[in-house]
């Protein structure tokens, strides 16, 4: 049954038009696959111009509950993308345009080093072409030992952190058994734990880093392994601290029921988090797998990351790898290694690293100027409390800005609804996007 959108419809904005249109949707009213009237319909029976039915559409699209086909019409979104799970779908949202896209994740592609010379010394190389060589060639591992944050006894090089956790997890966890993860966490660590029956205990986070006393608590259920985010956690934007990191190292050597639990750092944003390098290793090295990623500072279609730890643990994914993909393409790690001793390369990660600090700092000045406590977080990301997220994206897509929604981040449901924004594509109108955060945000 069509409804009577003029009967349905108070708010006659772009903005008031997608949210009715949208509480339609998520009300089951409007079903996956029904087509929306033209924006000429619309428009004449709300008495309003074209031009802001079309508004209100854009907004939908951009947060992914409508779907134009051109001249066919406009559609209620019908299906997910097949190939992501569905938090990942969530996660995504609706890949199309938006005035200013904070929803990625991602880093800015015009802080990202220049890759002709790495690539004019892979074209040199005829070393880069044998089957026979190490997984990981000579002068690269030198740089990642020097460059590790412990004494390490063995590193190798695997295709993005994912890739490393992945398999990590697989060498380390069976099914049944029970980890702790951050929470909020990366939506993608709770479907790898899914994939392989695992059951995540989820622990909360505080402005240091893991809850010391939830730990303990989480501990006494005797899991297998660990997952930290030491540096600009994803998605709040938390570093966790020196002192908190020895905390939890002491806490982790002195329980009895964990006293064989793996942990499994994921510092993905190593090359431009401004915050002290940390890891557990430092206090615990035969219980740590390090993970460091070099996608958010050289570049994400690099897919290469390091991952050190135990020798005995390495050993069984190199050799679980060899069956597989075999090594990491020795191209892309002389490309990395080129860029990760190129001077002009270091200093372009250099001022990427000063430049997402300073992007960070002025938007939390901007959101205490609209009187909300915001905290300066690291990275590339930072977690924004709202009072209902769907309300929230619909509402900030209607301003032309895209976030994305907290739901997939968090372990647990809960009551509390939070965004994630991508603070580090933020170039400027620090202001602007905080005034429309504020007008979504919890001030709870």
């Given amino acids: 049954m069509i409804p009577a959108y003029g009967e349905l419809i108070d708010d006659r904005s772009p903005r008031g038009i997608a949210e009715a249109i949208s509480r339609l949707i998520t009300s089951g009213v409007l079903a996956p696959g029904d087509r929306l009237p033209t924006v000429r319909q619309l428009g004449a029976e709300l008495g309003v111009s074209p031009a802001t039915v079309s508004q209100a559409w854009q907004a939908m699209a951009s947060v992914g509950l409508i779907v134009s086909r051109g001249r066919s019409g406009s559609f ?54 044998s089957y026979q060589e190490l997984p990981v060639i000579p002068p690269l591992l030198e740089h990642l030992r020097a460059a590790w944050p412990y004494e390490v006894e063995s590193i190798t090089v695997v295709d993005g952190a994912l890739d490393a956790l ?24 709770f479907d790898l734990l899914d994939q392989l029956g695992a059951v995540r205990i989820p622990v909360p986070l505080d402005p240091d880093g893991l809850d010391p006393a939830a730990l303990r608590r989480a501990l006494a259920l005797g899991p297998t392994a660990l997952i930290l985010q030491p540096r600009a956690q994803n998605p709040t934007g938390i570093s966790m601290t020196v002192e908190r990191a ?28 401004a915050s002290t390098e940390i890891s557990l290793g430092r206090w615990l090295p035969e219980r740590v797998l390090h993970i460091r990623s070099y996608s958010k500072s050289h570049g994400p279609d690099l897919r290469i990351a390091a991952l050190g730890g135990p020798e005995r643990v390495l050993n069984q994914i190199v050799a679980r790898r060899m069956l597989g993909p075999g090594w990491t393409s020795r191209m892309v790690q002389t490309i990395l290694y080129e860029l990760l001793t190129s001077s002009d390369a270091v200093s372009t990660v250099a001022a990427a690293r000063s430049i997402y600090h300073s992007r960070q700092r002025q938007f939390a000045e901007a959101r205490r100027a609209t009187g909300f406590a915001a905290p300066q977080t690291d990275g590339l990301n930072t977690w924004i409390e709202v009072t209902d997220e769907r309300h929230a994206l619909v509402q900030l897509a209607a301003s032309g800005i895209r976030v994305t929604g907290g739901s997939p981040y968090l372990s647990t449901p809960e009551d509390r609804q939070f965004v994630r924004v991508t603070v580090g594509m933020l170039r400027d109108d620090f202001d602007g996007v905080s005034g429309a955060l504020a007008a979504v945000a919890s001030r709870r």
């Fill in 76 to 129: 209620v979104r019908a299906s997910a993308v097949p190939w992501l799970t569905p938090r990942m779908q969530t996660m995504a949202g609706h890949i199309g345009e938006s005035r200013l896209d904070l929803s990625r994740g991602a880093p800015d592609p015009l802080l990202l080093p220049d890759l002709t010379a790495a690539l004019s010394r892979v074209s040199q190389s005829a070393d880069t072409f």
């Fill in 166 to 189: 992945s398999r990590s997890l697989e060498q380390v966890i069976r099914f049944g058994d029970r980890v702790i993860v951050e929470d909020p966490s990366f939506p993608p660590f």
């Fill in 246 to 273: 020895e905390e939890l190292a002491r806490i982790l050597r002195s329980s009895r029921q964990a006293s064989d639990l793996i942990v499994i750092e994921d510092d993905h944003s190593a090359g431009i988090s």
